[in-house]
Nanobody, 122 residues
Framework: QVHLVESGGDLVQAGGSLRLSCAAS????????MAWFRQAPGNQRESVAC???????NYHDSVKGRFTISRDKAKNTVYLQMNSLKPEDTAVYYC????????????????WGQGTQVTVSS
């Protein structure tokens, strides 16, 4: 079982910055892809950014140039640095981690964090 703890959500003014963190703990062989999703009221959950085990990143078009995803492998932690925040970035942000449970596992298992609220005021 894997446990994810998110932190960093807050209320911030437009143009401000926040840094989200998500730490994974538990029993697993390795972590593959780590990602951030968000869900605004009335909207479907959408992918914001992801980072693979070799450091390859991918971003939603709406956050390119403003958000940066990174990971600390030693701490099993993924970060999302959010700059130049806009009111439309307001949402609950969820961490998603793909874990290889054991050395012999044929596929990864997905886990979700509890979510952290980001509110950007205009």
């Amino acid at each position: 079982q894997v446990h994810l703890v998110e932190s960093g959500g807050d209320l911030v003014q437009a143009g401000g910055s926040l840094r989200l963190s998500c730490a994974a703990s538990g029993s697993f062989f390795s972590i593959s892809t780590m990602a951030w999703f968000r869900q605004a009221p009335g909207n479907q959950r959408e992918s914001v950014a992801c980072i693979t085990s070799d450091g390859t990143t991918n971003y939603h078009d709406s956050v390119k140039g403003r958000f940066t995803i990174s990971r600390d492998k030693a701490k099993n932690t993924v970060y999302l640095q959010m700059n130049s925040l806009k009111p439309e970035d307001t949402a609950v942000y969820y961490c998603n981690v793909a874990v290889r449970p054991t050395y012999w596992a044929l596929k990864d298992t997905d886990y979700w964090g509890q979510g952290t609220q980001v509110t950007v005021s205009s």
